[in-house]
């Protein structure tokens, strides 16, 4: 199946670029309330899987036993900017539990942040891993071998504890078995697992509205979301689409995106997820795309310039002047489409 032309670039009034790709929206029971393209094959959510990774740092008590506050619970959930309101909460969460910045697997690079890697260039110095975007991610995975008393050292191997741990848990939210998601090393040096978008959109359902998994899953799915909400700048960073995204659904909706434009989102009032991956993984396609859906699913204004710098934003020439538009083609439907 050849997906659909979901977002043009148009310079003048001649189409530039395409980008194809596939976009799901379905339930907590799985059951698809619309979709674009194919949604079968197993894509890498890649940073879309971060709130089910730190699932398990919530509900084995490994969060409250280490007094995780919901601003690091963000972090755990978050690619970050690399920006200081990120990294020294991350430094300050690694002491508390007894651990340090050597002690994360995930490589330094340079922060997202433009004025923070700038600074840092200035200063001399060169980035570490408290830059790294998933420093706080890796950081729960600490937390959470912390607490069952496993070995620090190769916590992020697919075969220690606290990965065991956390593939179970993707599985079972994801309604997929544990030994059919393919296993792929993602940039930070974690696992990450291969999964049908359909099931990537039923594991955000899940998140979204948790009243059917276990009472201590539930309660876990619950206080992310709820950290998620509150501090979309800890989940994301200054001028980023997650941010902008989050902060614009007035605290009805979270999302997430992942390298190779995966995108997700969980819609607690509707009870939906959203799933969707762009063919050629550009993420200015899968901004668009997601801003789009949830203008759709009525979870955003479309006016909104948080939204609409995301979902038709110009195309500008290096003047300022504007010379043409980044846009969804009505191959994404239309308000009151969807089932």
């Known amino acids: 199946m050849t997906n659909p032309v979901l977002v043009e670039l148009v310079r003048g009034n001649v189409v530039e670029s395409t980008h194809r790709g596939a976009a799901v929206v379905c339930d907590a029971a799985g059951t698809i309330r619309a979709a674009w393209g194919a949604i079968a094959p197993p894509v890498y959510p890649r940073s879309a899987f971060k709130a089910l990774q730190a699932l398990s740092l919530v509900e084995t008590g490994a969060a409250a036993a280490a007094g995780v506050t919901d601003e690091e619970l963000a972090l755990a959930c978050a690619s970050h900017s690399g920006e200081p309101m990120h990294t020294s909460r991350v430094a300050a969460w690694l002491a508390r539990i007894g651990c340090a910045e050597a002690d994360l697997a995930c490589g330094p690079h340079l922060p997202y942040h433009d004025k923070s890697a700038h600074d ?176 759709l699913l009525g979870e955003a204004d479309p006016d909104d310039p948080r939204i609409a710098r995301h979902r038709n934003p110009p195309l500008r020439n290096w003047r300022g002047d504007v010379v043409g538009e980044r846009r969804t083609t009505p191959a994404l439907g239309v308000l009151g489409a969807l089932d």
Request: glycine share 10%.
């Open 120 to 295: 840092l260039i200035r200063a001399g110095e060169k980035p570490c891993r408290l830059h790294n975007n998933c420093s706080g991610k890796h950081t729960g995975f600490l937390t959470l071998a912390r607490h069952l008393g496993a070995p620090v050292a190769g916590y992020e191997q697919p075969a220690h504890p606290v990965q065991a741990h956390v593939r179970a848990a993707i599985a079972e939210m994801c309604g997929v078995a544990p030994d059919a998601m393919p296993v792929g090393i993602d940039g930070c040096a974690a696992p990450n697992y291969a999964i049908p978008l359909s099931a990537l959109a039923q594991g955000m359902a899940r998140l979204a509205n948790p009243a059917g998994l276990a009472p201590e899953r539930a309660a876990a799915a619950e206080r992310l979301v709820s950290a998620w909400k509150a501090h979309p700048l800890l989940v994301s960073g200054t001028g980023r689409a997650c941010a902008d995204l989050i902060s614009a659904a007035r605290g009805r909706t979270v999302v997430k995106t992942g390298a190779e434009a995966v995108f997700m989102a969980a819609l607690p009032e509707q009870g939906l997820g959203i799933a969707l991956k762009i063919d050629d993984g550009g993420t200015r396609a899968a901004e668009t795309v997601m801003a789009q859906l949830l203008v």
